[in-house]
């Protein structure tokens, strides 16, 4: 059995930053996949600029101690100009409890720079979010936003 969760944001701040735009999405079954405000194809699309992408995958670590097989996968967006983090995605255990506090930050306009200079919780998969360093590629925008 799935779920289907979708909320948007409050109408100021979605219709000044992404109109008309989903922000947030989330199926859940035994493994979950949510993302917060823009998919990097939307990033690529609403916003103008180079658009940094930050992925990780990996084995959690309470997974490596069980010695079950099971991986994650994590991806930020951010718009590089203006150093927000547009975007955040997980595909994974706990990814509900994670990503809720993950839109708080994006809901406050948190920036790649902030996201570096919080302290992870350790252990914990969601430490990861804060300690994607190295971009594993950029895209250009080809829209009109700017942030």
């Known amino acids: 059995m799935a779920c289907l969760t979708i ?3 409050d109408p100021p701040l979605s219709e000044l930053l992404f109109p008309k735009q989903q922000s947030f999405w989330g199926a859940c079954t035994c493994h979950s996949l949510l993302y917060f405000r823009l998919t990097e194809e939307q ?3 609403e916003l103008s600029g180079p658009i940094d992408v930050y992925v990780s995958k990996f084995k959690p670590m309470k ?3 069980s010695g079950r097989d099971e991986r994650t996968l994590m991806k930020l967006i951010v718009h590089h100009e203006s150093d927000r983090v547009v975007g955040a995605h997980l595909v994974g255990p ?3 409890e ?3 506090g ?3 930050a994006l ?3 948190a920036t790649k720079a902030q996201f570096d200079a919080t302290v992870g919780i350790h252990p914990s998969a969601a430490e990861e979010f804060v300690t994607m360093r190295t971009r594993t590629r950029q895209v250009q925008g080809v829209g009109n936003a700017k942030l």
């Open 7 to 9: 909320l948007r944001d």
């Open 43 to 45: 990033a690529v699309t």
């Open 63 to 65: 997974y490596t101690i």
């Open 94 to 96: 706990d990814a509900a």
């Open 98 to 100: 994670i990503m809720q």
């Open 102 to 104: 993950l839109a708080i």
């Open 107 to 109: 809901k406050c306009a």
